[in-house]
């Protein structure tokens, strides 16, 4: 447990509770248009949101399956029955 290399905190690393925040709102976004279909570049202007948080929150919200990524680049909402 005790083993994991410790790392220093990224710089555009945002507070626990704004993360949260920034989760709630893309993840709201996607659901009032279920036809939305972003690249990280246009997600970082639509969210206003620096490249690194971006990222991160589009891979993270894929890796829950709520999003998929298109062979375009483009990250889509993931049809609730396919």
Known sequence: MWDRVWHERSPHRLPDLLWRDQMIRVRAEFEEMPCLRVT???????????????????????????LVRTDRGEYIRRAAHP
Not at 40 to 66: H, K, N, V, Y
């Open 40 to 66: 990280l570049t246009q997600a970082r202007r639509l969210f206003g949101l620096a490249e690194p948080a971006a990222s991160w929150l589009l891979r993270r919200l894929a890796s829950e399956g709520f």
